[in-house]
């Protein structure tokens, strides 16, 4: 299970790129390991504003190809050549997601120096990379389009005092809890020795680009954080919905339906200088509701209350 999982913000606008906001990008780093959803036009740009790295980029996983959700991807996989990268780059998407990025990524005079794995999701996948889990679900968008839900595997809870007795430190334990039993000065001792209970592995939920659906409610359920589009506010939506958008009070009630932690809302119509108007229409339903900005940060810390 992972220390560390932060959220920076790249892109909070929709559409087309404002003064006030970049298009759709989203950095989720889980300890050393980088994740990228969505990467909108100005991606790299914005990576260098922050100290998450483009460079540490492990695997993209992309909404859907409307613009402001991949044009980036081109520019910032030619920077990391640039950059001498040699590391593989996987990047997940929907249907043509291998039809679409081979030619795009292979406009002009350049050639990667690493390999791209392209993947192409049905929407109802779940995708295992060891110490988390990756769901996929199709979303109501006018064009093929995902949501994602990034879900840590639960871990057995470890009771330091037992754990102390036996003589454990922190980097057996990390073992013992990964393989479940370990031979320690010539015995043999299980998990079950060490441990007291799980703790229970924390979930982000990203919605990308879609009308509401009740399907988003379960796919988000007790989600620690749900990242939700809200283009519009409520006077505004049977438009947006008809666009395959969500308004900040739609949002709001899926986010409380769904039972989440917080619900930060994405994807702010250029139409908006000023999003309070949305924030405040969230907030009314949902309280833990923040729209967020591009550059915010976002820690996502393990619930107090866990599994006994």
């Known amino acids: 299970m992972a220390s560390t999982i932060r959220i920076v913000f790249f892109g909070t606008g929709g559409s087309w790129p404002s003064p006030e906001r970049n ?8 300890d050393s390991e980088v994740l990228l959803f969505d990467c909108g036009e100005g ?11 483009f460079m540490k980029i492990k695997r993209i996983f992309i909404t859907h190809y409307h613009g402001d959700h991949f044009l980036g991807l081109a520019g910032l996989i030619q920077t990391m050549t640039l950059n001498e990268r040699k590391e593989p780059l996987e990047i997940y998407g929907p249907e043509r997601t291998i039809d679409i990025l081979t030619k795009f990524l292979n406009i002009g005079y350049y050639s990667p120096s690493f390999k ?10 779940s995708l295992d990379f060891g110490d988390y889990v990756v769901k996929v679900m ?25 754990a102390k007795a036996l003589g454990l430190n922190s980097k057996i334990l990390e073992k013992l809890r990964k393989n479940g039993k370990i031979e320690y000065e010539g015995k043999e001792i299980t998990i079950d020795e060490v441990s007291n209970g799980v703790r229970v592995g924390r979930k982000i939920v990203y919605s990308g680009d879609t009308a509401p659906m009740e399907e988003m ?3 988000a359920a007790n989600a620690n954080v749900l990242i939700h589009e809200a283009t519009v506010e409520s006077s505004l939506e049977e438009q947006a919905n008809q666009y395959g958008h969500s308004s900040a009070r739609q949002a709001a009630k ?8 917080a619900l930060l809302l994405v994807h702010i119509s250029p139409r908006y200088k000023d999003a309070k108007i949305i924030e405040n229409e969230a907030k009314k339903i949902f309280p833990n509701s923040r ?14 209350v866990q599994s006994s």
């Open 23 to 30: 298009v759709m990008s989203i950095g989720v780093q889980i």
């Open 43 to 53: 991606t790299q740009r914005q990576m260098m504003h922050t100290n998450m790295s």
């Open 116 to 125: 791209i794995v392209l993947y192409e999701l049905k929407g109802n996948e």
């Open 138 to 162: 199709k979303t109501k968008h006018p064009v093929p389009s995902l949501a994602y839900a990034i879900k840590e595997k639960d871990m057995p809870r470890i009771d330091r005092n037992r």
């Open 217 to 219: 409610i379960s796919f």
């Open 254 to 261: 899926i986010a409380k339906k769904a039972n989440v932690d």
């Open 291 to 304: 729209v967020m900005n591009d550059f915010d940060e976002f820690i996502v810390k393990v619930k107090k």
